[in-house]
């Protein structure tokens, strides 16, 4: 009736090739836009950050003794999170942006966010002289002034990666055993928390001085040289308090820099003195705050706990 049946016998099948063909062009096209979209909302979400509501404010007189504060929503107030960047003890800043993010994430998430520089260690400074009485002085000005930024005072938890793993992990458990109670809990990424094993191991391997020179600066001694009692004396390890001690959430790699081992014996030793602890695992290499992504979700239920 529409004159198909006079057209030769190949048009059907040559029409439905072109026709799928074009199918398939367009396809691909609106694949590859949703794809830049979608890459693009992904770009969006790592570099759209919450900004500080103040910025380099002062707690205490030392120029490396200032922070980034990004303030709760007005409507209640809210748990106040100390986050404390990495760097082996003797650099680092908070203004690196995998540091900035995760303050930035956060805030996000409607806590009232303080992100924290210190004083940093060197060989004529060690930092256990400096970083542990930062993070008492960082405290105790959240504790003083952190409700005009919607701070809960009484809710004060701390945030750290790697190097600052290890110093908000030590130092909470010494400030809760002088007041109980003034650190509510403690995230750990990546956190070092025993020097004995790792410097001086029970096996008797001979740690080379030029190993861990952050560590050194810390301490303000070389293996060859600090004894055991130094090292002990500065691990979270051997700080435990079964009456005192904050939560835990530690998180740690499978192959990373910080071996796994130093967080599973943290937790265990925290489970066995009845405190609370919770050990994430994650396979790869992935150090620090690099986790932070993977474990945002799970770290703001820890700290809304």
């Excluded at 000005?141 to 004060?156: E, F, L, R, S």
């Amino acid at each position: 009736m529409f004159g198909i049946k006079n057209q030769p016998m190949l048009t059907r099948p040559l029409l439905s090739r072109v026709t799928l063909v074009f199918i398939l062009i367009i396809s691909a096209v609106l694949m590859l836009i949703f794809t830049v979209k979608a890459n693009s909302v992904s770009a969006a979400r790592a570099v759209a950050l919450v900004p500080p509501t103040a910025s380099n404010v002062p707690y205490g007189t030392d120029p490396k003794q200032v922070m980034d504060v990004y303030a709760a929503p007005a409507s209640q107030l809210r748990p106040a999170v100390v986050v404390v960047h990495g760097g082996g003890w003797s650099r680092g800043d908070k203004s690196e942006r995998g540091i900035a993010n995760v303050a930035s994430q956060l805030a996000e998430n409607g806590f009232a966010v303080f992100n924290i520089n210190y004083r940093l260690a060197t060989d004529a400074k060690p930092g256990y002289t400096m970083q542990p009485a930062d993070l008492r002085l960082v405290t105790a000005w959240i504790q003083q002034n952190g409700a005009q930024y919607g701070a809960d005072t009484t809710n004060i938890n701390f945030v750290g990666g790697s190097a600052g793993a290890h110093l908000v992990s030590y130092t909470s458990q010494l400030m809760n055993q002088e007041v109980p109670g003034t650190i509510r809990s403690v995230v750990s990424f990546s956190g070092p928390m025993d020097f004995l094993a790792a410097m001086h191991p029970a096996d008797g391997t001979v740690v080379s001085d030029t190993a861990e020179p952050g560590v050194n600066k810390y301490m303000g001694c070389k293996p060859s040289v600090c004894t055991d009692q130094q090292y002990i004396d500065q691990s979270p390890y051997y700080k435990i308090d079964p009456a005192t001690c904050p939560a835990f959430l530690i998180i740690n790699s499978t192959n990373e820099v910080v071996p796994l081992d130093q967080a599973q014996s943290m937790h265990d030793k925290l489970i066995e003195n009845s405190c609370d602890s919770t050990l994430k695992v994650y396979t790869g290499t992935q150090h620090a705050f690099r986790l932070f992504n993977a474990t945002e979700s799970q770290v703001v239920e820890f700290l809304n706990r």
